[in-house]
């Protein structure tokens, strides 16, 4: 299978770049990654949120942009549906079995992904009603794939 994760705005802290860096090395068993970093555009602090939602949209157009076609795109929301981890796994396990092999996950910046990129995605994905960073999430959802693999292959991990 082929995982891109497209990503708004860099990984600063040193701590989440070694921990994602664990993850891709460890999940390079189980599939292709690519993670996709698109610049976060600059939000003056005083932006209007027609400013914002202009800066999101322009965000959003360089995210699809870098969709490949044909991916199944799984945009990552607070408003988006919440799965177990076995779910997600299952999630995977269809796709791959049903012939979808390539995988988008997409994680905004500071303000979110615009509708156009929601609209694009094809499953919107909650990892709770709680707001994380975005370099934070970028961490937990390689986690959480690479718990995803070792489900489904039914090898052994920490539960
Ligand atoms: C700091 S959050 C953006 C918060 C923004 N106010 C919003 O409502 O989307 C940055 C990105 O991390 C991801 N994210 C943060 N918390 C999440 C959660 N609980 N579930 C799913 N994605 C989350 C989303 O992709 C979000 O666009």
Redesign the pocket.
Known sequence: MQIDIIAVGKIKEKYLNLGIEEFRKRLSSYCKLNIIEIPDERTPDNASPSEEEYIKEREGEKIIAKIRDGSYVI????T?KMLSSEELAEKMNKLAISGNSHVTF????????SNSVLQRGNFQ??????????QL?RLILLEQIYRGFRINRGEPYHK
Request: charged residues 5%; without cysteine; hydrophobic residues 50%.
């Open positions: 945009p990552l929301a607070l988006g997409v994680i905004g910046g500071s303000l979110g992904l994905l909650s990892f709770s009603r709680m707001t994380f960073p975005h999430m």
